[in-house]
């Protein structure tokens, strides 16, 4: 079944909060893709965090209005066809360009649908930090991690996010949580689709989930 595994994680609530992939659109003043990669991820996660609190028809569980905030906000931040190609791995260079432009767009469906369910659970306690980044200064690949915290009582759950530097900035486009990455996840799962159907079967699959 098509990511199973990480759908059923504890805080998948907290990692689409923490991950900062919403709100921009709502905000002042936009993240600074130029920044360090760890105040990028904070400023975007700050961002995501106060419309979320702020947004009665978020609050009250109105996954239209979610669906509508994935819709406007999130592609600013996620490098969608790198997470495919990446999680397709061998199968993409397989794929013909409709192919490819087809499950981009049946995974990024995949992706909203879920964050739409977790993003009516975030709630007035949750809150991120990021850590002190420790990459090379000039790198174009790396892992930025936070602490997240869904209670005041709470112990943080640690998450992480791998960006690259693209020509308009930082991009999130993998991420890790309770020591599951994403992209490793859906590579598995997809592999195994596709050997049983083919490239279109996946993407059938991905579509049926999708209603």
């Not at 066809?81 to 990446?86: F, I, N």
């Not at 859906?186 to 996946?202: E, T």
């Amino acid at each position: 079944m098509i990511m199973k595994r990480f759908l059923s994680l504890k805080y998948f609530t907290l990692l689409i909060a923490a991950c900062g992939l919403f709100g921009a659109a709502h905000a002042q003043t936009k993240p600074d893709a130029s920044a360090a990669p760890n105040v990028f991820v904070q400023q975007v996660a700050d961002q995501a965090l106060r419309v979320l609190k702020a947004d009665s028809k978020v609050r009250a569980g109105d996954t239209v209005r979610v669906n509508q905030i994935v819709d406007e906000v999130i592609l600013p931040y996620i490098d969608f066809e790198k997470t495919t190609r990446l999680s397709a791995g061998r199968y993409w260079r397989q794929a013909t360009p409709e192919q490819q432009a087809a499950l981009v767009k049946a995974f990024r469906a995949t992706l909203g649908r879920t964050y739409s369910g977790a993003l009516t659970r975030v709630d007035d306690a949750t809150a991120m930090k990021t850590l002190a980044f420790r990459g090379e200064e000039d790198a174009k690949d790396v892992v930025v991690k936070s602490q997240v915290v869904q209670h005041s009582n709470s112990q943080p759950v640690q998450l992480d996010y791998r960006l690259e530097k693209t020509a308009q900035g930082w991009k999130i486009y993998d991420i890790n949580v309770e020591n599951v990455w994403l992209i490793e996840n859906y590579r598995n799962q997809f592999s195994q689709q596709i050997g049983q159907n083919g490239i279109d079967g996946l993407i059938d699959a991905l579509n049926q989930k999708n209603k």
